[in-house]
């Protein structure tokens, strides 16, 4: 810590969890059915959708990168 390699290693982390996040997310919700229609036909199942897919996203990214 005294180095400063902590800092830098942690926002190191980070951007690699946005960047897994803004990568998966859509996979995510293409494979949920969370489409534009859906959206539009029916507005809080697709928040439901997007929600849990979120969920899912940031499991894995906790569990792959964060806790391993």
């Not at 810590?1 to 980070?14: C, E, F, P, V, W």
């Not at 996040?21 to 199942?45: F, H, N, W, Y």
Request: charged letters at 25%; a negative charge; proline letters at 1%.
């Amino acid at each position: 810590m005294s180095t400063g390699k902590l800092q830098a290693h942690l926002l190191d982390i980070n951007d690699t969890a946005n960047d897994w996040l803004d990568r998966i997310m859509p996979q995510m919700a293409k494979a949920a059915g969370a489409t534009e229609e859906l959206k539009s036909r029916d507005q809080m199942a697709w928040v439901g959708l997007m929600n849990n897919c979120k969920a899912k996203v940031e499991e894995i990214i906790f569990s792959d990168l964060i806790y391993h």
